[in-house]
C-alpha cells in the first residue's frame, strides 16, 4: 500500500517499552504482512522484513484493547481504532468528501488495525504498554475543559489598592440585600422544596408511621423484603 513507507525503527531514545516480533498487521480486513511491532512512548509503529512500514501517533489512537473474539477474527490480537485514513482509502475519501453535504462534516474518519503476534501469550504485554504509552499523550480539549474562565482575582493588584474588591455576605446579610421579588422568590422556591422533601415521606399519597420510620434522623432505611433470586444474575454497569 501506498502509506507505507521507510524509516528507523524507534529506539530506547524514543522510550521503547515493548518490541513484538514476527506480528502480522491487519488495516480494515486487508493483511500487511508480518513484520515487528514496536510501541514506544512517541508512537507505535510497525516494519515489515523489507523496512517499509507505518506509525501511529498516540493522540489519534481512540481505542486498543485486547480481542479474543474467533467469531470477530480467527486470531487472538492487539485491536486498535485510529482517527484517520490510510492506504486507497485516504485517496477514496477525498473525492468523497467533495461530494458530501457540509452536514457530514462532524463525521469522523475511523481505521482499524489488528496486530496478530505469533505468540499469543505476549498480548498482555502489549496491551500493559499501550496503556502506558497512552498514557503519557492525554487528549488536549480534557485538559482543556478544567480550565477556568471566570474572571481572575488580582490579590496583588488589591493590595496595592488598585481593581473592585469583591464582597462577601453570611446568609442573614444576603438576605438584607434582597429585593422585595427577591425574597418572594426565594420564599417560593423554598415552599417548594419543602412540599418534595414532604413528598418523600408518602406512599400513594397516604403518610404512614413505617414510613415515618423509615426516615429516622434522615437516614432512608429499605424495609421492603427481598425476594430470592430477584437479582442474583444482574449485570451491573458501572
Not at 488495516?27 to 512500514?53: P, Q
Not at 452536514?103 to 500493559?128: G, H, N, Q, W, Y
Not at 474588591?165 to 446568609?171: A, E, H, M, N
Amino acid at each position: 500500500m501506498s502509506f507505507l513507507k521507510s524509516f528507523p525503527p524507534p529506539g530506547s531514545a524514543e522510550g521503547l517499552r515493548q518490541q513484538q516480533p514476527d506480528t502480522e498487521a491487519v488495516l480494515n480486513g486487508k493483511g500487511l504482512g508480518t513484520g515487528t511491532l514496536y510501541i514506544a512512548e512517541s508512537r507505535l509503529s510497525w516494519l515489515d522484513g523489507s523496512g517499509l512500514g507505518f506509525s501511529l501517533e498516540y493522540p489519534t489512537i481512540s481505542l486498543h484493547a485486547v480481542s479474543r473474539d474467533l467469531h470477530a477474527y480467527p486470531r487472538e490480537h492487539l485491536y486498535v481504532m485510529v482517527n484517520a485514513k490510510f492506504g486507497e482509502e485516504s485517496k477514496e475519501s477525498v473525492a468523497d468528501e467533495e461530494e458530501e453535504d457540509s452536514d457530514d462534516d462532524d463525521v469522523e474518519p475511523i481505521a482499524e488495525f489488528r496486530f496478530v503476534p505469533s505468540d499469543k501469550s505476549a498480548l498482555e504485554a502489549m496491551f500493559t504498554a499501550m496503556c502506558e504509552c497512552q498514557a503519557l499523550h492525554p487528549d488536549p480539549e480534557d485538559e482543556d475543559s478544567d480550565d477556568y474562565d471566570g474572571e481572575e482575582y488580582d490579590v496583588e493588584a488589591h493590595e496595592q489598592g488598585q481593581g473592585d474588591i469583591p464582597t462577601f455576605y453570611t446568609y442573614e446579610e444576603g438576605l438584607s440585600h434582597l429585593t422585595a421579588e427577591g425574597q418572594a422568590t426565594l420564599e417560593r422556591l423554598e415552599g417548594m422544596l419543602s412540599q418534595s422533601v414532604s413528598s418523600q415521606y408518602n406512599m400513594a399519597g397516604v403518610r404512614t408511621e413505617d414510613s415515618i420510620r423509615d426516615y429516622e434522623d434522615g437516614m432512608e432505611i429499605d424495609s421492603t423484603p427481598t425476594v430470592a433470586g430477584q437479582f442474583e444474575d444482574a449485570d451491573v454497569d458501572h
